[in-house]
């Protein structure tokens, strides 16, 4: 049975490093307000900021754009970074992405990759705590939320969940349950209660993967195949092609700029095609 | 500590409320009293109201006071103007910005802020009425805000202040034994570990009364205490069934 543990209560007597817990004398302490189970060992905070992972699916909104790409809000402490290089077309402030962290620097710095922009649909924000119990074991969750609602429902780590479907409202509200009661025992009973499953329809429902109409259509692996460089109307490499023609700068060879300051003083010795000067060149020294 | 008053500040061995020498004002501790908060916290103790917040972990502004390595904690502690008898003066004064100081270093101390580096911790502790020992009120106070904001913290902290009236030690000194008694002193302590994290000390004490007061204060760690973990675990049972806080 889980009980409500507050920062400074014994845990474990063994060490184990976690965000949510900090350890000392080889002992385990809580460091938030959480349920723990002693039996299972398994600590659930009940608040706290998204800490970003290699990995983790995260929904965002674009705050900016930078040289190197653009700036995006995960509604935790840090920004996410998404590199344009290599993106098929422009995003815009204020698109909303679900992307992939796929690096977090030593100081927190949150490169995203795989960008995905949502249209439609609605995002709500959850604690980013509950998101495991959002998805529950092996997606059981998910996959009865997604069945029971006849909803896309992308969950973000960072507690935004996006939501598209016929039974929009019902989807909100449920997860917005799940957030409220997570910490409570009998959560997926509860659940199971409000969307009005049938009991013996639940264990389909948990073990069927719903693949959305966004997973289906995530095109895995796009950058390496086409390798950029389409047309544009495809939507390939952007950024070379609207630069105009190249300008040509003539021959740029290191042995011709040296032929202008040895010229006047040494003209003579010099061979016939060194000392002739070019136009351009010959001038500006 | 100030001027030694005429009357008496202990009659018949109670003192001028009624209480026992070891004996707490009522206190009273809500969590997430405020919704656009991380975390929050309402305390009462006797006639002390108090309002704590915290946000965070955010960005930090000015940037250059990031630290790479950890979060930054910061305290603000304001009296309300209207807290006092006499009407005060709104803004930091000297006596806020030195006790702003002395919590966020107490809190500094308990704050796990290697888990959240470049980024800000704010505390506001703002004191509505006040009645004497409002800086341990506060401290108590801000320390449920923090664990309501899910801050990983290494303890919970409890404050609570002793002094000496009428050549006797006493505890949580209310305003007319704070102004007119011979010692005020304010103590924070790690209640799972009894370390101390604040101590400051008015007045004058003799080292077997000093003695006495600590015991006094340890004493009164764990009654306030349960009363902070009562607070949060009433938050997390009225959370469920609060309808979604949308934004």
């Not at chain 1, 509200?173 to 329809?201: N, S």
């Not at chain 2, 910061?74 to 000297?94: E, I, V």
């Not at chain 2, 302590?189 to 004490?205: C, N, R, S």
């Amino acid at each position: 049975m889980a009980k409500l543990v507050t920062p400074g209560d014994l845990l474990l007597d063994r060490p184990v490093r976690n965000p949510y817990t900090f350890v000392k004398d080889e002992k385990t302490y809580a460091a938030v307000v959480g349920m723990f189970d002693p039996e299972q060992g398994r600590f659930m905070p009940i608040k706290g900021s998204y800490l970003p992972m290699v990995g983790d699916d995260v929904i965002g909104v674009i705050e900016e754009e930078k040289v190197i790409g653009y700036g995006i809000n995960l509604f935790s402490p840090y920004k996410g970074i998404l590199s344009s290089k290599g993106l098929r077309f422009p995003f815009e402030p204020n698109d909303i992405l679900i992307t992939q962290v796929s690096e977090v620097s030593e100081v927190k710095d949150i490169w995203l990759s795989r960008p995905m922009k949502l249209v439609e649909g609605e995002i709500i924000n959850i604690a980013p705590t509950k998101v495991s119990r959002v998805i529950g074991k092996h997606s059981s969750m998910l996959n009865i939320l997604k069945a029971a609602t006849k909803c896309d429902i992308l969950v973000g780590k960072n507690g935004l969940i996006w939501i598209k479907g016929p039974n929009q409202q019902k989807a909100v509200e449920a997860i917005g349950k799940i957030d409220r009661e997570a910490h409570l025992p009998g959560l997926t009973d509860r659940i199971i209660e409000f969307l009005g499953v049938k009991p013996e329809d639940v264990a389909a429902m948990a073990a069927q993967p719903q693949r959305s109409s966004y997973e289906s259509s995530r095109d895995e692996g796009q950058r390496e195949e086409r390798g950029g460089f389409g047309g544009r109307d495809r939507g390939g490499f952007r950024g070379r092609d609207d630069r105009g023609p190249r300008r040509d700068y003539g021959d740029r060879s290191p042995r011709r700029l040296e032929v202008p300051r040895e010229a006047p003083a040494s003209g003579q010795s010099q061979p016939a095609e060194q000392a002739q000067p070019e136009q351009g060149s010959g001038q500006s020294y | 500590m100030g001027t030694p008053s005429e009357q008496p500040l202990i009659v018949g061995g109670k003192r001028l409320d009624g209480r026992a020498m070891d004996e707490l004002r009522p206190m009273t501790i809500k969590a997430g009293v405020l919704n656009r908060a991380n975390g929050s916290a309402f305390l009462t103790l006797g006639r002390n109201k108090v309002m704590a917040a915290v946000y965070g972990p955010k960005e930090v502004f000015p940037k250059h006071e990031t630290d790479p390595y950890k979060a930054v904690v910061r305290c603000r502690y304001l009296m309300a103007p209207f807290s006092t008898d006499d009407h005060g003066r709104s803004g930091p004064n000297r006596r806020s910005r030195e006790i702003s100081m002395v919590i966020k270093e107490a809190f500094a101390n308990v704050v796990v802020a290697e888990v959240y580096p470049k980024t800000a911790i704010e505390i506001y502790i703002e004191i509505l009425e006040s009645h004497g020992s409002t800086r341990v009120a506060g401290l108590t106070a801000a320390a449920v805000a923090l664990a309501n904001a899910g801050i990983p913290m290494r303890d919970l902290l409890v404050g609570v202040s002793i002094g000496k009236i009428d050549g006797k030690v006493a505890v949580d000194m209310q305003k007319e034994e704070d102004n007119f008694g011979q010692a005020d002193m304010p103590i924070a302590i790690k209640p799972t570990t009894g370390e101390i994290v604040l101590l400051q000390m008015d007045g004058k004490m003799t080292r077997a009364e000093f003695e006495q007061a600590l015991d006094m204060a340890y004493a009164k760690v764990d009654e306030i205490h349960e009363l902070q973990v009562a607070a949060l675990k009433e938050y997390f049972d009225r959370a469920a069934l609060m309808p979604q806080d949308v934004e």
